[in-house]
């Protein structure tokens, strides 16, 4: 069996006969069992996942069977797969059990998918490189002296290494693209709204999206079609109208922002994803360099508003419905238990973000900082609105430099933050946004995957993953 | 934007973090920094710009408050997980310390 296999080889694979879903199930427990040991990649592991895929057996040619049926796949630990653990690697909920399936998990379960486990991530997806879990950090499968990339380090480490072929990830302001640059596979983070975020534990709610992270394109389009759609538990979830397939790489017309190519890049991350970009050109489409202003700004704009909401969003875990037990003798009254519980179940990065939001939201601070940057936002919407007009999509590199080392960053939250400038800005004006891979590049002595990202107009996600197949399969072809 | 111990001390309160005495000062400089690199939106002029809280447009909808009757086995095995979930708990009732302490 190859290194790793898409679910299109899998489909394949069954229909031909060359291989039953419980087989590929036991193969992958029993590859994930002897070779995560050195990767990290999984905070939990389903054995039941084996029975469920004796049913996909079963089922296997009744009429009607779930689009994905069979096919294994993992899931980041902050969301809801009922009656598995999930942590958001966080010691605050070390020991919950889920009670409801989160809406993707329910879809992809009538889809006929298998859950082979929970992955392991930054501390409710607070950071860049996995280094914030509370249990222990995932190594890259391409240099195990370096890091996966974050938050959904785990679910990007675990589809490169060939433990799934596809894996749920969210991404806040880059936690999806990020991670799958680093891995060198597909990381697609759909139009705000455009997939429920219901028992997806909210970090900042203007921002949060769940998407999948692939080994292809195509394979992105697949799990995609079956987890978006408006749910009723989640009202800010949209339908995404059908669009006409009327364009061909010839007509599309690509912007190449300068702000994503400036200072900061490092020099053979822009070379690969030039080359990349030319691809396009030799396909017959036209590039232009074009401006977002404000671009530079969104990473401050960033800072205030995720931690802003996630203060917010993270008030509910307080030690009296789950979570962090901590025995209560001598806890003087309640404001001592939530001071208690809440500081040291939550590590240093989380506490970080809790006290900058309460800070930029507090009486005297609001407008300063909040009302501020979101003013900012609305600028960087309109920049990409105005951009769009003149271009179909847009392509940046995803990341300013290949992973980076254990430890690299970690005395420097300004720094580890600055390995998602060019991601942020995606979630800022709710834009469908794909990381896609381009080839690698040597440091010190290791090939290191280098993403390119393409961004494409809000709701234009069918149209987003048109185009960045065309680039897949012209590289494949080659 | 620099912060001083007593006001990390002040922040942490209102967040419900308990900061042990001794990281405050390691909190102030960290967040000073953060808070230093945020002001840079200070450079741009954004005199009569709307903020944009939302980039889907959403406006808040109401429905109708109806009671809706769960099924009895379905409504006791909710009861129950929720239940076993509670840190702590008497009966069916999770069971919180006091809302005032000695000192108040």
Known sequence: MPDTLTIKDIKNNVEKGDATYSELASFYLARIKDKDRDI????????????????????LGNPGFGELLGIPYAVKDNMLVKDMPC????KILENYIAVYNATVIEKLNKAGAVVLGKTNMDEFAMGSSTENSAFAPTKNPHDTSRVPGGSSGGSAAAVAAGFVPFALGSDTGGSIRQPAAFCGVVGFKPTYGAVSRYGLMAMASSLDQIGPITNTVQDAREVFDVISGRDEMDSTSIQLEEYARDKDPKDLKIGIPKEYFAEGLDPEVKKKVLDAIDVYKKMGAQIKEISIKHAPYSLAVYYIIMPSEASSNL????????????????TDGLMDMYLKVRGQGFGQEVLRRI???????????????????????????????????????????????????????TQDPLQMYLSDIYTVSANLAGLPCISVPVGTVEKDGAKLPVGMQIFAPRKRDHFLLDVAEWYEKEVNQE | MKLTKVLVKHIAQLARVGIPQDKLDYYAQELSAVLKYVEQLNEVDT???????NVVGLVSVFREDVQRIADENERAGVVKALISRLPFVQKNFARVKSVFSKED
């Open chain 1, 315 to 330: 008030a509910r875990y307080d030690g009296v419905k789950y979570g962090l037990r901590i025995e209560d003798k001598d």
């Open chain 2, 47 to 53: 005199k009569n710009i709307e903020p944009k809280a």
């Open chain 1, 87 to 90: 942590t958001a690697g966080s």
């Open chain 1, 355 to 409: 006290m900058l939001g309460t800070y930029t939201l507090s009486a005297g601070y609001y407008d300063a900082y909040y009302l501020k940057a979101q003013k900012v936002r609305n600028l960087i919407e309109e920049d990409f609105d105005r951009a769009f007009e003149k271009v179909d999509v847009i392509i940046s590199p995803t990341t300013p430099t290949p992973a980076f080392k254990f430890g690299e960053k």
């Open chain 1, 40 to 59: 990290n990649s999984f905070l939990y592991l389903n054995e039941s996942a084996l029975d469920r895929a004796k049913e996909a057996d079963a089922e």
